[in-house]
């Protein structure tokens, strides 16, 4: 794959987007279930009687939104060190033409 500097910026700033409105799904599907949750029928279906289970229980149904953020972590970190190294490759190779590509 062949893509310039810019490019690369843009796959940066679209990774943070999608990891930033991950994290909040994530986040308010926790809040939701910690507040609307009926503790004491699921204290009476699954024994959940104790802050730890409670946390697990929590954790459990967010399984998969949590694995979602942390892919898209991952993804954002790989595009950042791509841009780095993109960056200094830039630097390295045409020190005249660095001031256009980074923006000074």
Not at 56 to 84: I, P
Request: proline share 1%; with cysteine.
């Amino acid at each position: 794959m062949d893509l310039n500097i810019f490019e690369i910026e843009q796959k940066v700033t679209n990774a943070e987007y999608e990891l930033r409105i991950a994290e909040e799904k994530r986040l308010n599907k926790e809040i939701s279930l910690w507040l609307d949750t009926d503790w004491d029928n699921l204290k009476k279906e699954k024994g959940i009687t104790t802050e730890g289970k409670r946390k697990a229980h929590v954790q459990r149904c967010t399984t998969t939104l949590r694995q979602e953020v942390t892919r898209l972590k991952m993804d954002h970190e790989h595009w950042v060190r791509v841009l780095k190294v993109t960056k200094l490759l830039l630097l390295v190779n045409k020190p005249d033409m660095i001031d256009v590509v980074v923006g000074v």
